[in-house]
């Protein structure tokens, strides 16, 4: 493919997000206060909740320069140096991720239980719970894949008994 059409295929791509998501979020910018976004920003930053989307943009540049060295590899440092260069002028937008994940918060909870919720969340148990949530949340993952593993094991061959039985009782 060439370098020219995936630059095509990215732009209509682009564009039509942009467009498909730029109405609904301007109609929820101006749904809540200021003070209630400000109470939402603060749980955010108390869960430590933002940290999980930090490698957003760098995993896409990652992405970007793959796809477009594997379309012209004769170009690499060249790619490397502009995908750098456009990731770092797209920085400043995570700003908008930040609001749209505030509102987010705000749309879930009032200002009252956010100014709550971060309270806990800035006490010594709730900041224990944010360093933890992630290692946490891992581990739970893990026990739970183990599990349906083994559930797995267990319901195949508790249905290859099964029908073993019926075919010797059928015989």
């Known amino acids: 493919m060439k370098l020219t059409s995936i630059v095509s295929y990215g732009v209509l791509f682009a564009a039509t997000l942009v467009l498909a998501t730029a109405q609904p979020l301007r109609a929820q910018e101006n749904e809540f206060s200021e003070s209630h976004i400000e109470a939402a920003r603060k749980v955010v930053v108390a869960t430590k909740a933002m940290g999980s989307f930090d490698d957003i943009l760098p995993v896409l540049a990652e992405q970007t320069r793959t796809l477009f060295v594997q379309a012209d590899p004769s170009r690499t440092q060249e790619i490397v140096d502009v995908t750098s260069e456009m990731a770092l002028k797209l920085a400043p937008r995570r700003r908008d991720l930040n609001n749209t994940i505030y509102q987010v918060w705000a749309r879930r909870f009032s200002e009252e239980e956010l100014n709550q919720l971060t309270a806990f969340y800035e006490s010594p148990l709730g900041s224990k719970v944010a360093?933890?949530?992630?290692?946490?949340?891992?581990?739970?993952?893990?026990?739970?894949?183990?599990?349906?593993?083994?559930?797995?094991?267990?319901?195949?061959?508790?249905?290859r008994e099964e029908l073993d039985k019926r075919a010797a009782e059928a015989q």
């Not at 891992?138 to 508790?158: C, D, F, H």
């Open 131 to 159: 360093d933890s949530g992630p290692t946490i949340t891992a581990l739970a993952i893990g026990a739970a894949r183990e599990w349906q593993n083994k559930m797995s094991t267990e319901l195949v061959a508790m249905v």
